[in-house]
């Protein structure tokens, strides 16, 4: 059943949030995405607007001012860009035009604007609300166990979704997807906690629950599109677990539907939340038909990424159905899909025993002494796992060859292992018990689950920790680790964020002038290079082989007819630099032998 | 089984799955080759390094230290081509974990094994039994290639920058070595693009060295079979007037094919590699053809 989280639970909660804050930002040295870089480009020009805002409140509030400044990427929902945008501009070290004129060139329109606070070097400015989310998410997670399936269970949770190399990796990008994990997990949990249970009455807390549903959800939404499954999924959800209130009678004349109380948080959903979302993407305030039938036809025509798969590539559908199931078997650290496999299990058998139960009498017995739960809690636990993956799993759907697209599913995987870690603590005092007294003390319990914690979270942390810089590059051991990218033909790297692992040897090897091409890497993360100090000033980025003494090859099997052709016009046979964690390559660096137009 | 021990057999399975796992951990990092296990690796390649030979990884994938052998002969595609590596007098193999011992193909023969630290470099040479008398890529520049026009054979006379064009040169419609990712890796090939309409295109040696036999290799591009445009290409390897092969190659038929074709005591031939298709768009196709003596 719920318990409240105490205060005590709330210290502990935070202090997970803080520690995996201190990782995060002890862990800055991630290269910049492509999408990333797209993101820090919009959060720049959104960032223009707050000016705007202070000087002439009325005109920033006008469609030319919407268009002017809102005009890119109007195919995300601006929130987390104006959070990023605003951070930058708060918080950032800018170039000073005076003095370096040259920087110019690396802002948009050629504006750097005045450095106001100065705390953190310009990504960090941008990257920071994401961080803070993240981390809260910890916090959120580990409150939620507590709150439905235990201290223990929430414990696992909480330290299973901080140690994953790849959700950990995303965790640091001025980007959507872990932004809206953290949304989406604090809109169900909202949601959860605004549906009295079966038989209880309605309190003004189910209120405030639900009218936070239906903002935290507006938030969701404006953050990214994949929260606009929550809603079936939650309608899903109640009509299963109250399907026994719902009946269809004749009465009289006619036919009388009886159905069960509508939670509240369906009306928020309906009238809250689409003012959140209106009210935060300035895109809508002019044009709110025009711009969402643009969005949502945007994302139901998205064009196919290439998803290299088991010695695969894919390039249209149908696409792999088991792929998010088996990727994150692969990508998520063993020890944690361990527990979740038991946790899977375990709530399996609970729901087998309780349904035989209704039928059995002989099942009343067992179902008696499963642990004591809320009703519906782990169904709605088990569907917002599984409806992320699944949308993704759609053979139609987009694969995008990374981890990230079902991320939202994973803090509730991470629930389902702290079930697992109750089946191990479970089985250890069985076993304890067993051995004798000695063995069944009080002191030796505490510590025995602390050391089967250390032998559950220690590999995943470790895994975590030595994945920082490239976490989209990790496979978990039972699946060979890294090498699994070279021997089972799997996606390298999620994207063109590996020419950061090049930089040294750019910043050192080349000489003066030198024509790089940065293949996979955009050039507004060339620019935040730049501007970050990350990259020597006189590099000239080009995306032209013709024209390029260097190649920053990112392996991906898609674009090997490129690498082909550095080898073959140039006539080298190795690379000149390779980045290759754990062995394996990300990235090759080619370089010209004999000047540009001349023939080797 | 009552349900203690069923919960403890729980446990103890999960206690005993994350200790595997922490040593797999530990065993997959212990293998990782490190500077000083490349730098004595290719240390034992320069030492015997002879004209002619190959650098190939084991895994083929595996090219972390490849820097340290650059100016050598080398291929880092993913995976192994054993058939064009047998073109080269000797074939070094660096090898690290997880296939640091690897087997030589069949006919191969193993010369020697030297210990790197944690990299082995095996000298391994091709087949003996046979040796390469012409390379269809190395000689396209005195091939002769023909496009038909309708009714009409129209020859290609225009021979830039190692391409036969028809005419001005054009970016796809040209006879040219490139490399292509056909069938798992990258490859050096002759890039022979369909033409429409069952127009053929022909690329023709005249006076082809004897041998033994005429081997011939084709397919089509990655890019190509990820589309599902144009028709299947109907691919024919003529000696003289004489079909030798003829192949239709389905819009998604991902392969490098292999055509072994005995020419002994034939004396010098005429080979004719003749490409058409009903319809063209990314028809990408691309062969070899070597003799063998």
């Given at each position: 059943m719920r318990v409240a989280p105490t205060r005590r639970d709330a210290v502990v909660g935070a202090a997970l949030a803080v520690l995996h804050l201190a990782f995060l930002a002890s862990t800055l040295d991630v290269g910049f995405s492509r999408d990333e870089s797209f993101y820090f480009n919009a959060a720049e020009q959104y960032a223009g607007w707050y000016d705007l805002l202070l000087k002439e409140p009325g005109k920033a509030l006008s469609k030319e001012a919407v268009d002017q400044f809102?005009?890119?990427?109007?195919?995300?929902?601006a929130l987390p860009k104006m959070l990023y945008g605003a951070s930058w501009r708060l918080f950032g070290r800018m170039h000073d035009p005076v003095a370096?004129?040259?920087?110019?060139?690396?802002?948009f329109q050629g504006n750097p604007p005045d450095t106001l606070?100065?705390?953190?070097?310009e990504s960090t400015a941008m990257r920071l609300p994401a961080l803070l989310l993240a981390s809260f998410l910890v916090f959120a997670v580990y409150l939620f166990g507590v709150e439905f399936l235990g201290r223990r269970a929430a414990l696992f949770a909480a330290l299973g979704w901080m140690f994953q190399p790849h959700a950990f990796w995303h965790s640091?990008?001025?980007?959507f997807d872990v932004p809206v994990t953290a949304m989406w997990f604090l809109s169900a949990w909202a949601f959860l906690k605004s549906v009295p249970p079966p038989g209880a009455p309605r309190t003004r807390s189910h209120v405030r629950w639900a009218l936070a549903t239906g903002v935290m959800l507006g938030l969701a939404l404006n953050t990214k599109h994949?929260?606009?499954?929550f809603p079936p999924l939650a309608f899903l959800w109640w009509a299963w677990t109250r399907r026994r209130e719902w009946s269809l009678r004749l009465e009289g004349a006619g036919l009388r539907l009886r159905i069960p109380p509508v939670p509240l948080a369906f009306f928020a959903m309906l009238l809250v939340t689409p003012a959140v979302y209106y009210l935060l993407?300035?895109?809508?305030?002019?044009d709110p038909v025009g711009h969402l039938k643009w969005y949502l036809s945007f994302h139901a025509k998205h064009e196919y990424y290439w998803v290299y798969y088991f010695g695969t590539l894919y390039?249209?559908?149908?696409?792999?159905?088991p792929f998010p199931f088996v990727m994150s078997a692969m990508t998520i650290p063993g020890t944690t899909v361990l527990l979740f496999a038991a946790g899977s299990l375990r709530l399996l058998r609970e729901w087998v025993v309780r349904a035989a139960s209704r039928f059995a009498a002989s099942a009343s017995g067992l179902a008696s002494r499963l642990p004591v739960r809320e009703p519906g809690m782990v169904l709605f636990v088990f569907l917002n796992f599984l409806i992320p993956f699944a949308v993704i799993a759609h053979?139609?759907?987009?694969?995008?060859?990374?981890?990230?697209?079902?991320?939202?599913?994973v803090p509730f995987a991470c629930l389902m292992a702290g079930v697992g870690f109750e089946v191990l603590l479970d089985g250890l005092k069985a076993l304890a018990d067993r051995l004798g007294r000695a063995f069944s003390t009080k002191g030796v319990r505490v510590a025995g689950g602390a050391l089967a914690l250390l032998l559950f979270v220690a590999p995943a942390a470790y895994d975590t920790l030595t994945h920082t810089?490239?976490?989209?590059s990790y496979y978990n051991a039972f699946a060979g680790g890294r090498a699994a990218m070279g021997e089972l033909g799997m996606q390298r790297e999620?994207?063109?964020?590996?020419s950061y692992s090049a930089l040294g040897w750019v910043n050192e090897e080349l000489p003066p002038n030198s024509r790089v091409h940065?293949?996979?890497?955009?050039w507004d993360a060339v620019r935040m290079y730049w501007r970050d100090g990350?990259?020597?000033?006189?590099v000239i980025p080009v995306w032209d082989l013709g024209s390029a003494d260097e190649l920053l090859f990112h392996w991906h099997k898609e674009f090997t007819d490129i690498e082909a052709e550095a080898r073959d016009d140039w006539r080298?046979?190795?690379?000149?630099f390779v980045s290759a964690p754990?062995?394996?390559?990300l990235l090759d660096a080619w370089r010209r032998e004999t000047p540009r137009g001349k023939t080797p | 089984m009552n349900g203690t021990r069923i919960r403890i057999a729980a446990a103890l399975l999960l206690v005993a799955g994350a200790i595997a796992y922490v040593a797999m951990t530990v065993a997959q990092k212990a293998g990782v080759p490190g500077d000083e296990d490349w730098a004595q690796a290719a240390a034992a390649v320069r030492a015997g390094w002879q004209e002619g030979d190959l650098v190939v990884f084991s895994p083929a994938?595996?090219?972390?230290?490849a820097p340290v052998l650059r100016g050598l002969a080398a291929d880092v595609a993913e995976q192994w081509d054993w058939y064009q590596a047998s073109k080269h007098r000797r074939v070094w193999v660096v090898a690290s974990r997880p296939h640091r011992e690897p087997e030589p193909p069949?006919?191969?023969?193993?010369v020697s094994r030297t210990e790197a630290g944690r990299m082995t470099v095996h000298l391994w040479t091709p087949p003996a039994d046979r040796t390469l008398a012409w390379e269809g890529m190395e000689t396209l520049h005195d091939a002769s290639v023909f496009r038909g026009d309708g009714t009409s054979r129209q020859p290609c006379t225009t021979w830039q920058d190692g391409r036969w064009s028809c005419g001005a040169a054009h970016p796809w419609q040209n006879v040219a070595p490139v490399s292509r990712d056909i069938a798992g890796r990258q490859r050096r090939v002759i890039w022979a693009h369909a033409r429409d309409n069952g127009d053929p295109l022909e690329i023709r040696w005249t006076g082809v060295p004897e041998g033994r036999t005429l081997t011939v290799h084709v397919g089509l591009t990655q890019r190509a079979i990820e589309q599902d445009t144009g028709a299947p290409v109907v691919f024919e390897v003529r000696l003289g007037d004489r079909v030798a092969v003829r192949r239709t190659i389905d819009i998604h038929e991902s392969g490098w094919f292999r055509h072994d074709i005995d020419i002994a005591g034939k004396g010098p031939q005429d080979v004719t590699i003749r490409v058409v298709a009903r319809r063209n768009q990314d028809r990408q196709l691309c062969f070899t053809a070597d003799v063998w003596r």
């Open positions: 809102f005009a890119y990427n109007g195919e995300h929902p370096e004129p040259f920087s110019r060139a690396w802002y606070l100065g705390w953190f070097s640091h990008f001025a980007c994949n929260a606009f499954f993407w300035p895109k809508l305030w002019h390039t249209k559908p149908p696409f792999p159905l053979p139609k759907v987009p694969h995008f060859g990374g981890t990230k697209h079902w991320l939202h599913g810089a490239d976490g989209s999620f994207w063109g964020n590996s940065f293949h996979d890497t955009t990350l990259l020597r000033r006189d080298v046979d190795l690379p000149a754990d062995g394996v390559p | 994938w595996a090219h972390a230290g069949e006919g191969w023969q193993a």
